[in-house]
């Protein structure tokens, strides 16, 4: 089976750049070097090394303390539960559509593509204020869902939708140049050799993407964690109820408990170099897997 | 598009479904604005108990704390708040000016305004005191630097520049044009302006900028007690508002929930002489003169004046000072122009 991918197709170009890159001076190399390191220093060690001094300063247990506290363990519980209902609709949702604009020739596709990359182009604060005009109490459906004791807004289904609105393009965009890239020929393929549409889809198109597919719901986590301006909207800030995670370290901080932030920004932060650890690892993987032939 | 709403909204309702499986026989929602939150922590704890002991039936509280201004808004939008207990009667009245929520008279329906508590505006000042600022006074001095929020988006900015108006107006023999310049002078001073309280607090505590924090009295303890004790040091002008903080249960939700009866009692209980004690041991006036009197070390003796009584209610304030057009942004353009 031809499962391998194309994936590092650019590879040899690539290398060859890589190689001239290494005959420029030895002084315009060290200066890209410097700002480069200055630079990661500067905005991403310096922060990182904050927040964890910030969460350890007074010892593990106070921090222990501030995690171990019924509205932080709600919080964290919270923002877990939303990961775990946000990514599959996400992942369903970015595979069906990756699936159509790849794959097919239809009217409209240019739209649909734009469609996907709205959620980046629109500011949280404005998607947060879209769903209280359409769910809230004074807005479109406000009123029915009031008659009917159904609640959304200032609500967990409130908190999910904004989310899954803005990570809604992060699996999509990871998948559709991929499958651009692969063409449908082995699908032809193996729809000409009898193998049904769900068969298809299961054992061509599924390990051809699988990288892809998990590098994207790695992000898409990663993201659904950390919203905040979106979710600051519709929430309602009931403590213990609908603090995510990020909002519970803002009412932390606005409250000048700033160990306790911190030790809570510490724990997503951590949740964040996990997931940055896996895809690190499923990369490597990723790496190995391809026979040595494939990827040069 | 259509199935993943779909799919959104069936995992949202069964997380719904099972997020509202109820621990207390009754649950009530206070939607409360940034300070109160160690004041309620503990009175909850208190009233749980006295209603227990009441009726038996066991309740939970649940709080949810924000600018005062934006939980108006989200109550309005839908956020199912049993009371309110909001920084000023403005942003309660928004409750029934644009949602109708809450009765005309609702801020009669309890003693003292609806305010079981008072405040009252403070200056804070760096340890000793170095530019030796005593009352509103020193606050145009040139010499000065002052932090304040910016009263356009900030409910306690507003009390600190009414402070200042009133006081000027005392002062001048109620000669609104010699205020406004008082007014004027004195934001003058305000290097930065703010938009939050809490973004204030940082600026004055934090980053260290400013002479003198303009601030409500139990911000400015908090400060003291929580930023750094023996830094900062709390001034008590001559004259200063009386805050009213007002509460009040919202009619339209406690009456579809059922819980209209739990929630004025809850209310009510705030001027018990437990409740009153709890407000006090967290930096609020007590309305009840002889628990005020219990903790007369803590809180300074000043001449309060009433927001009706100078201003002829918040209504009246905020269409003349705060809207757009009004004299602060009057004061506004006439400093950027400098």
């Known amino acids: 089976m031809t499962t391998q991918t194309l994936v590092h197709v650019a590879n040899p170009e690539l290398a060859a750049r890589w190689r001239r890159a290494t005959e420029e001076p030895a002084w315009v190399r060290w200066t890209l070097i410097g700002v480069a390191l200055t630079f990661l220093a500067l905005f991403l060690v310096l922060p990182l090394a904050v927040v964890l001094y910030g969460a350890f300063e007074q010892g593990l247990q106070v921090w222990w303390a501030a995690i171990n506290e019924p509205d932080a363990l709600a919080a964290i519980r919270l923002s877990l539960m939303v990961v775990l209902i946000v990514v599959p609709i996400n992942l369903v949702f970015g595979v069906a559509a990756a699936w159509a604009i790849a794959k097919f020739e239809f009217r409209g596709k240019p739209i649909l593509i734009s469609l996907i990359d709205m959620p980046f182009a629109i500011s949280p604060v404005v998607v947060g204020l879209i769903f209280v005009i359409l769910f809230g109490s004074q807005g479109w459906l406000g009123p029915w869902l009031a008659a009917h004791d159904l609640r959304i807004i200032f609500a967990v289904p409130g908190i999910v939708i904004v989310i899954a609105f803005g990570t809604l393009p992060f699996i999509a965009r990871e998948l559709i140049p991929l499958m651009q890239q692969q063409g449908k020929e082995e699908e032809e393929a193996s729809l000409t050799l009898g193998a049904s549409g769900w068969k298809t889809f299961w054992y061509v198109t599924l390990p051809n993407i699988k990288w892809g597919l998990i590098y994207g719901v790695i992000l898409c986590n990663a993201r659904a964690l950390g919203e905040f301006g979106a979710v600051a909207v519709v929430s309602g800030r009931i403590r213990g109820e609908t603090n995510t995670m990020p909002l519970h370290i803002e009412v932390l901080y606005n409250e000048y408990m700033f160990t306790a932030a911190f030790a809570v920004s510490s724990l997503l932060t951590g949740l964040a170099l996990v997931t940055i650890a896996v895809k690190s690892f499923i990369e490597w993987l990723d790496e190995r897997q391809r026979p040595a032939g494939d990827s040069h | ?338």
């Open chain 2, 1 to 338: 598009m259509k199935n993943i709403l779909k799919n959104t909204l069936a995992g949202a309702l069964a997380t719904l479904i099972a997020g509202s499986a109820l621990a207390a026989d009754i649950n009530l929602l206070n939607v409360s604005y940034d300070p109160t939150r160690e004041l309620y922590r503990e009175y909850n704890a208190a009233f749980s108990k006295y209603w227990q002991a009441e009726t038996g039936q066991s309740v939970n509280v649940r709080q949810s704390h924000g600018g005062s201004g934006s939980q108006a808004r989200a109550v309005i939008d839908g956020l199912d708040a049993d009371v309110v207990t909001l920084a000023l009667a403005y942003d309660v009245d928004a409750l029934r000016q644009h949602a109708d929520l809450i009765p005309e008279n609702w801020q009669s329906r309890l003693a003292n305004n609806s305010s079981p508590y008072t405040s009252t505006i403070v200056l804070l000042v760096r340890k000793g005191n170095p530019k030796n600022i005593k009352d509103w006074d020193d606050l145009v001095r040139d010499d000065v630097e002052v932090i304040t929020p910016n009263p356009k988006t900030s409910g306690g900015a507003r009390w600190n520049y009414l402070a200042a108006w009133g006081y000027a107006l005392k002062q001048n023999g109620g000669d609104e044009e010699k205020a406004y310049e008082f007014v004027r002078k004195l934001f003058a001073n305000v290097p930065v302006l703010d938009p939050g309280a809490r973004g204030a607090t940082n600026t004055f505590v934090q980053r260290g900028l400013g002479d003198v924090f303009i601030a409500w009295e139990n911000e400015a303890y908090l400060s003291v007690e929580q930023l750094g004790k023996g830094e900062f040091e709390i001034v008590v002008p001559s004259v200063s508002i009386l805050a009213e903080p007002p509460v009040t249960v919202v009619d339209k939700n406690v009456d579809r929930k059922g819980t209209r009866e739990v929630a004025e009692a809850y209310l009510q209980y705030l001027y018990s002489e437990e409740a009153q004690r709890i407000a006090a041991r967290n930096y609020y006036r007590p309305s009840n003169p002889e628990i005020a009197r219990e903790f007369a070390d803590k809180f300074v003796d000043v001449e309060l004046f009433r927001i009706d009584d100078v201003f002829g209610g918040w209504e009246k304030a905020q269409n003349d000072h705060f809207n757009d057009g009004g004299k602060f942004d009057s004061i506004l353009e006439s400093l950027t122009k400098r």
